[in-house]
């Protein structure tokens, strides 16, 4: 069946520093991704999405790029901050069907 | 726009009680989901509404979970009688499942409802 792979957490960094999540999935046909971001205390946001093959996804200095020939949709930024300490989480969406799935999520940890 | 309401925002009961979640969805939106979010874990779909029926209810324990949305808005979860293994966070979704298919998948989610069942 379908699936969304992430890398495992926490992930921590210094503020300024590069950040590189890995997500795979495994789906049929052409899915929708996404990234969603949930900070503490709260639900699930949207970050960013792409929705076909080569689109790049961007949002508040975060990428991704929705990658069919190796199934990924890595989510980039290039200098994080205290305030994106947060837990992101990929998913897939087929079109028609409207249901998601989502990996297991990764913690990111920013310190100053 | 207001967003995805839930409440209670946390809830605490003994095992074989019974308990139940409301969520308001977006105005406007015709489809809502339930999730269940165990620490650690991705959320995991367990019913989805489009207006006041169901689409996918197939990892809904329907022993002991239950679902209603009787006019196609707000939306209630019940658990009974609920296990140890029910600690999560409930999580209701919105979606506008109208327009372009990019946009129908986009769902919005409310803060949650914190369960632990001692």
């Known amino acids: 069946g379908d699936s969304v792979t992430q890398m495992e957490g926490p992930v921590t960094l210094s503020e300024e520093a590069f950040l590189t999540i890995n997500c795979t999935y495994t789906?049929?046909?052409?899915?929708?991704l996404f990234w969603y971001v949930q900070y503490p205390g709260e639900g699930l946001q949207l970050l960013l999405k792409?929705?076909?093959?080569?689109d790049k996804g961007s949002n508040k200095g975060f990428e991704a790029t929705y990658r069919k020939e190796t199934t990924s949709f890595h989510l980039e930024k290039g200098s994080v901050q205290v305030s994106d300490s947060a837990v992101y989480f990929c998913?897939?969406?087929?079109?028609?069907?409207?249901?998601?799935?989502f990996g297991a999520g990764t913690r990111l940890f920013v310190k100053a | 726009e207001a967003g995805v309401a839930q409440s209670p925002r946390y809830k605490i009961i003994e095992k074989r009680q019974s308990v139940a979640f409301w969520c308001n969805p977006i105005?406007?939106?015709?489809?809502l989901y339930w999730y269940q979010q165990i620490l650690g874990q991705g959320p995991k779909l367990l019913i989805q509404f489009q207006n006041n029926g169901v689409v996918d209810d197939s990892q809904l324990p329907k022993d002991r979970f239950s679902a209603e949305r009787l006019k196609g808005v707000d939306s209630t979860l019940k658990i009974q009688p609920a296990k140890l293994e029910d600690s999560a966070v409930y999580l209701c979704?919105?979606?506008?499942?109208?327009?372009?298919?990019?946009?129908?998948?986009?769902?919005?989610f409310g803060a949650g409802t914190r369960l632990s069942v001692l």
């Open positions: 979704a919105s979606s506008r499942p109208t327009g372009t298919s990019r946009a129908k998948n986009i769902q919005y």
């Open positions: 105005s406007g939106h015709a489809t």
């Open positions: 789906a049929t046909g052409y899915p929708s």
């Open positions: 792409a929705t076909k093959a080569d």
């Open positions: 998913a897939l969406s087929k079109t028609g069907g409207f249901k998601t799935i």
